[in-house]
């Protein structure tokens, strides 16, 4: 192990004693130390830290996911429009629905609410062939598209 391999194993066991303590900032900023984005983003989003979140996932190229986070929470729509990039970055079911329902709310935050409906409608459709843990999390993301 080099050093930076083990300084990022500090960063990580850092990273994880601050999750633990629900010192999801500093659990956050021990992951970004780390290299780890995708956990990185996790901890911000819990420390309601949505910025440094929807930039986190970005770099983990987990684009819906930073999507969500600029057009749910920072109501920033044409930010959350472009993180999405052309299209679904996975083939994986729940990052596929994730990615229109994240589409959906920028489209209901920008005046389109038809479209936004549809989208909803359609992915809440697809997902009843998902398990039942996916579902209740798209669901989760339908019902902010609803309130926005």
Known sequence: ???????????????????????YEDAGRCYRGAGDAGKAAECYERAGMYQEAAE????????????????????????????????????????REQWHLARARCDAGMGNQTRAVRAVLEALQRATRLPA????????????????
């Not at 192990?1 to 083990?6: I, P």
């Not at 983990?60 to 920033?76: D, F």
């Not at 843990?133 to 926005?148: I, P, S, T």
């Open 1 to 23: 192990m080099g050093v930076t391999e083990q300084a990022k194993e500090l960063w990580r066991s850092a990273g994880r004693c601050y999750a633990r303590a629900e010192r």
């Open 56 to 95: 986190q996932y970005q770099e983990a190229g987990q684009n819906a996911r930073a999507s969500w986070m600029y057009g749910h929470y920072l109501r920033r729509y044409e930010s959350g429009r472009r993180a999405l990039g052309q299209g679904p970055e996975s083939k994986a079911t729940i990052e």
């Open 133 to 148: 843990w996916e579902r209740c999390k798209l669901r989760e993301w339908a019902v902010g598209v609803a309130e926005g």
